[in-house]
Nanobody, 124 residues
């Protein structure tokens, strides 16, 4: 059964760090062009965070995440990671991963498979 499962979210103080994981089962990331992270805060639209090609050779980031977030992929484990550093309250939201096509301007598009999300709360 095709499935994406996010994990690693939690409560963290501003300036702290979290590492999110997106684990795939029932398929391999190599069957898709890329894998993307999105986030959504209550009452706000979904926002692209980052995207990585299935090869791991290229990555895109939204401007507000550049220099703070790092996306990576481990195809042997069929898992994509999002390392988040220097977290800010505005980073709060549910983070989702999805198979996608990466774009420098749009972060990602043509999303297909989605996970159910993991909640990140940045608060003091």
């Amino acid at each position: 059964q095709l499935q994406l499962v996010e994990s690693g979210g939690g409560l963290v103080q501003p300036g702290g760090s979290l590492r999110l994981s997106c684990a795939a089962s029932g398929f391999t990331f190599l069957d898709y062009a890329g894998i993307a992270w999105f986030r959504q805060a209550p009452g706000k639209e979904r926002e692209g965070v980052s995207c990585i090609s299935s090869s791991g050779r290229t990555a895109t980031y939204a401007d507000s995440m550049k220099g703070r977030f790092t996306i990576s992929i481990d195809n042997a484990e069929n898992t994509v990671y999002l390392q988040m550093n220097n977290l800010k309250p505005e980073d709060t939201g549910v983070y989702y991963c999805a198979t996608a096509t990466c774009s420098r301007n749009l972060v990602a598009y043509a999303m297909t498979n989605w996970g159910k999300g993991t909640l990140v709360t940045v608060s003091s």
